[in-house]
Nanobody, 120 residues
Framework: VQLQASGGGLVQAGESLRLSCAASGSIFSINDMAWHRQAPGKERELVAGVRSGGRIHYADSVKGRFTISRDNAENRMHLQMNSLKPEDTAVYYC???????????????WGKGTLVTVSS
């Protein structure tokens, strides 16, 4: 199983970016999916998460600016980031809890990350 994140880049403050995460491999089902980020010199933090049932959680710092969504048929997840701020600069990682067979427990998987840089 692999998670591939894409869509990062360099933008100016106030602009938008859309991140995507694609899960591939031997997937039976995907439970929780989430985006985390890690800024230079800081710990990794949860940005937004979406459960298999659709319940969504956002970090307070991104509420009203970021929108998380998932496409269960395509095993994909997206993060629409609007009104970006310099403090959003970080490597963004996608995360998912994935079951590879009906009788298996879900395991944690991380993508390699995509860099988002917001200039002031």
């Amino acid at each position: 199983v692999q998670l591939q994140a894409s869509g990062g880049g360099l933008v100016q403050a106030g602009e938008s970016l859309r991140l995507s995460c694609a899960a591939s491999g031997s997937i039976f089902s995907i439970n929780d999916m989430a985006w985390h980020r890690q800024a230079p010199g800081k710990e990794r933090e949860l940005v937004a998460g979406v459960r298999s049932g659709g319940r969504i959680h956002y970090a307070d710092s991104v509420k009203g600016r970021f929108t998380i969504s998932r496409d269960n048929a395509e095993n994909r997840m997206h993060l629409q980031m609007n009104s970006l701020k310099p403090e959003d600069t970080a490597v963004y990682y996608c995360f998912a809890i994935i079951r590879t067979a009906p009788g298996n427990y879900g395991m944690n998987y991380w993508g390699k990350g995509t860099l988002v840089t917001v200039s002031s």
